[in-house]
């Protein structure tokens, strides 16, 4: 069965720091997705990915960046956490355009 | 910019009750549809597509969904819902001069035994 693995549950993290969230799938999927769900907003669009070393900024790109090195691999990076990043961040994969997305089951961080 | 609107933020029905969830989306071109489906505490899964073709399309669980070119419309329907289907329901657009999925806020499903 299709994978899309994020690395923590939860996570806690204090303003002003560095938070690196990780998602990996195992589909050897090109697309990798990025997005922050919140009540009421649904979920908006941060980063995607077409490929590796390859981004593009989605709805919301604001206070974040990402890695991409390998092909696996999609890392969401909050340059300095404030408490209005505090979400469930959702990562996704596709294997091409004619397909839908699989999620990974997500990250809840609160910033304080 | 593509949008997707779903009218419905809360609803509550008792089981065997039939559903319907709306979901309009604001482009005109061709466009890909999708609805999602997150049961509490579990990920999003998919439940149906429409890419083309039959604009009626049959999902898992016994949902269905019907594309309206002339409405904008893909409303998600079941004609008698569980109280397994308790959930959280995202309509989504996918622009296919794009690759990135707008979603909808949401529609949070409450059915009471």
């Known amino acids: 069965d299709v994978k899309v693995t994020q690395s923590s549950r939860y996570l806690v993290k204090r303003t002003g720091e560095k938070v690196f969230l990780e998602c990996v799938q195992d589909?050897?999927?090109?697309?990798m997705f990025w997005y922050r769900q919140d009540p009421g907003l649904g979920l908006r669009l941060i980063y995607f990915?077409?490929?590796?070393?390859?981004?593009e900024k989605g709805d919301i790109p604001e206070g974040y960046s990402v890695s991409r090195e390998k092909k696996e691999r999609f890392s969401l990076i909050l340059e300095s956490a404030s408490t209005n990043q505090t979400s469930m961040y959702l990562c996704a994969s596709r294997q091409g355009t004619n397909y839908g997305y699989t999620f990974g089951s997500g990250t809840r961080l609160t910033v304080v | 910019a593509q949008s997707v609107s779903q009218h419905n933020h809360h609803v509550i029905l008792s089981e065997a009750a039939s559903l319907e969830l709306g979901c309009n989306y604001s482009?005109?071109?061709?466009?890909?549809l999708f609805w999602y489906v997150q049961y509490p505490g579990q990920h999003l899964q998919l439940l149906l597509k429409y890419f083309s073709g039959d604009p009626l399309v049959k999902g898992i669980k016994g949902f269905e969904a019907e594309f309206i070119k002339s409405k904008f419309s893909f409303n998600l329907r079941k004609p008698s819902v569980q109280w397994s289907d308790t959930a959280e329901y995202f309509c989504a657009v996918r622009d296919t001069g794009f690759q990135k999925l707008v979603f909808g806020t949401g529609t949070r499903l409450l059915v009471s035994p």
């Open positions: 589909m050897d999927h090109e697309n």
């Open positions: 990915s077409y490929d590796v070393k390859m981004k």
């Open positions: 482009y005109g071109g061709t466009v890909n």
